[in-house]
């Protein structure tokens, strides 16, 4: 299921691309990092298990839990910039009421 998710977000972020305009490199490579090493698995669906350090399934955890973290950071700095975006119309009047 978590590869799913995963393969769901890279779609999500290839479908809200505008023509000419590149997916963030940081995901990219993040991205191909997790399909290089979910591949070398045999597309193993353990690898958020306990058990997987010091496994193939190590590699996968590793890059699964890097793009959970890119994604959290991005979303981050996207509730900041509207938080910011808002004050900012609040200052010069076009805020809400």
Avoid: C
Wanted: glycine share 6%.
């Amino acid at each position: 299921m978590e590869s799913i998710n995963i393969l769901n977000v890279h779609a999500g972020k290839k479908a809200d691309q505008r023509p000419g305009e590149l997916i963030d490199p940081r995901f990219s490579n993040l991205f191909s990092n997790f399909i290089h090493a979910w591949t070398q698995s045999n597309f193993s669906s353990d690898y958020l298990g306990q058990d997987v350090m010091g496994s193939e399934e190590a590699a996968v955890n590793k890059a699964y839990w890097e793009i959970q973290k890119f994604l959290q950071s991005e979303l981050e700095r996207k509730r900041e910039a509207r938080k910011k975006e808002e004050a900012r119309k609040i200052a010069a009047g076009e805020g809400r009421a």
